[in-house]
């Protein structure tokens, strides 16, 4: 049996030289302890490792708590997705989420 693999490789630039885009990614990285999940919301290449060196962390996930409490920095998010970035499918539910509204002031 063989096996063929084929690379796609972007057209050469004006020096003649191809470059290799990496898509990035927004998605969870996991960390905690065993059976103590928690997350991160990082800005990575997607061939990256899961937990591997991220671009940004641009919030964190914690399923633990009742409700599970979500802090991200939705401006960041939006500038990373204009830059190109794409969304794992839990992310963007997430986001999705409404915002926590800020704790109103006691007088």
Known sequence: MVCLSIVALNPPDSSGQRILKSVLMIRLARFGARKQPYYRVVVIE????????????????????????????????????????????????????????AAAPVA
């Open 46 to 101: 997607k061939e990256h490792a899961r937990n591997g060196r991220p671009v940004e962390v641009v919030g964190t996930y914690n399923p633990r708590t009742n409700p599970a409490t979500c802090d991200l920095k939705r401006e960041r998010i939006e500038h990373w997705v204009s830059k190109g970035a794409q969304l794992s499918d839990r992310v963007r539910k997430l986001l999705a989420a409404p915002a926590p509204a």
